[in-house]
């Protein structure tokens, strides 16, 4: 039995939205395992240039910040993530990147990040935007942090066979396609592209799995 079915529907859904302690590590860990096909394909479509800054929204234990600077030539890292469990893991890893001044992680929220206003190239989060339960606040931020023309780009759970804990009183927000489109648009972002797709996910001692997923693509 993995991490993740030990616990009840609701302690996977908290600990999802804030990974706390001892079970919020370990469930990262799982988490990385399960999603590194995903991660990376994300990570590939943000199509990183040499000298971009790049914002990452919910980034966990930080495992996926190497893979953002293998992207290209002094690409400039910065993360925020709600849980301290999470920014003082991710902050261990990545130690040699915050030393040398090349990454950095904030304890803040979405929808008010410590950053000036065009700070980034960049901007992506995965299974991060089903949480949000007032998304054009948080979207309204990520425009106002990105440059003009700069990339958003968000996978998250789609309410088609969405998982059993999945639900509102967990505080989950699932949303179809079209109404993450309006609420983009809303935003004031351009060129958006809404899809939903089926993604493989890895189980750690068992088969893949197939699951319903939607990508948030636009430009500010």
Known sequence: ???????????????????????????AEWLNDTNRQATTELIR???VEA???????????????????????????AGVDI???MVAEARDFNAALVQAGR????????HAMPFDTGSFDRVFAIGV????????????EVRRVLRPGGLMLMGCL?????????????GFHLRAAPEWDDLCRSSGFA???????????????????????????ARA
């Open 191 to 217: 060129d958006v592209d809404v899809r939903l797709l089926e993604i493989s996910q890895s189980v750690p001692g068992g088969s893949p799995i197939r699951r319903s997923s939607i990508r948030l693509q």
């Open 129 to 140: 935007v089903h949480f949000w339960a007032e998304p054009l606040a948080s979207l309204a």
């Open 103 to 110: 990454a950095g992680f904030d304890l803040a929220s979405s």
């Open 45 to 47: 479509l943000l199509a």
């Open 83 to 85: 849980s301290p469990t």
């Open 51 to 77: 000298g971009h800054r790049v914002l990452e929204i919910g980034f966990g234990n930080g495992r996926a910040v190497p893979i953002v600077m293998a992207q290209a030539a002094d690409v400039h890292y």
């Open 1 to 27: 039995m993995t991490i993740f079915e030990a616990l009840s529907p609701a302690e996977r859904a908290r600990q999802l939205a804030n990974p706390e302690g001892a079970i919020g590590l370990a469930l």
């Open 158 to 170: 789609a309410p088609e066979g969405a998982p059993d804990f999945a639900q509102v009183e967990y």
